[in-house]
């Protein structure tokens, strides 16, 4: 792994529901950890660099995408 790769990050927006309230939240992953998945919920839920770093609330978590342009 290059210094590069461990830097490099990808912006991720999550969608929450809460008593039919709806939250966006926008977060930075790493890369090389979300190409290890199929599925970004289960990267969510499951990868321990991910589990460190960021508490995602899964009963109540509507969407997740990565984000491919904030412009």
């Excluded at 490099?8 to 008593?19: A, W």
């Excluded at 039919?20 to 660099?49: K, M, N, W």
């Amino acid at each position: 792994m290059t210094p590069a790769t461990a830097s490099t990050r990808q912006l991720v927006r999550l969608l929450f529901v809460d008593e039919g309230s709806y939250h966006e939240l926008t977060v930075t992953l790493p890369s090389d950890v979300l190409a290890g998945y199929d599925r970004l919920i289960d990267c969510l839920r499951e990868d321990p660099a991910v589990l460190k770093t960021l508490y995602v609330d899964v009963e109540r978590l509507a969407g997740a995408w990565l984000v491919e342009d904030e412009g």
